[in-house]
């Protein structure tokens, strides 16, 4: 066990940014629990991962990654770096190994998610355009925040950042709950991510498990106390 208080860093998922965990972050800081919230590139589960583990691996100290919906995948395999001691997941995607979040999700009912993604392209070196995917803005606020105030909703609803279509079919090459602990948080009223799936993977992940009865998928924006303590209770644990 370190006995320094392991860095948080903070990752967010699709269709949301770096800045849905403000709320959080100010919980931490004021534990002093120190925390980063990196920018996701949302363009594929292993180069994602890559960024996330490079990320990790360059701060001096013990780590506790922290995954957010597609965020929790991408955890799932940075989290082998040497130097996570934890992985925090928040109404999330729990991989296993060699699994896809398409092969994931597709065990359960779908949420009204799936029916409500936009698609358009984007230019890539090499060929053709490649798709990625955004919530209809209309549907945004019932589908991923629906306990976030009306005005904030409209807000998120058009600063997304769009997740890579490709990202759903790629599997996970490694699965860092075997050998590091975790713990979930599960948003009982998710319809971005049917919560069944949350339990689901937590559950097969041995993880400690806290679910939130009424959270949106937003939980972390309208919730962002629970969230935090969650965090700070891994924190304490692998400190």
Known sequence: ??????????????????????????????????????PNPLRGLASDAAYVASVAAQIDGPVVLVGHSYGGALITVAGTTENVVGLVYVAAYVLEEGESLGELQGRFALSPL?????????PVADGDPAVEV????DAFPSVFAADVPADVTKVLAVAQRPLAAAAFEETASAAAWKTKPSWALVAGA??????????????RAGATVVEIEGASHAVAVSQPKQVAELIREAVRATS
Do not use: C
């Open 114 to 122: 799936v029916s409500n993604l936009k698609q358009w392209t984007y």
């Open 190 to 203: 998710d319809t971005a991510i049917n919560p069944e799936v949350e339990r689901f993977g937590a559950k």
């Open 134 to 137: 955004t919530i209809a803005a």
């Open 1 to 38: 066990m370190s006995t320094t208080t392991p860095t948080v860093v903070l990752v967010h998922g699709a269709f949301a940014d770096a800045a849905s965990w403000s709320g959080v972050i100010e919980e931490l800081q004021r534990h002093d629990i120190p925390v980063i919230a990196p």
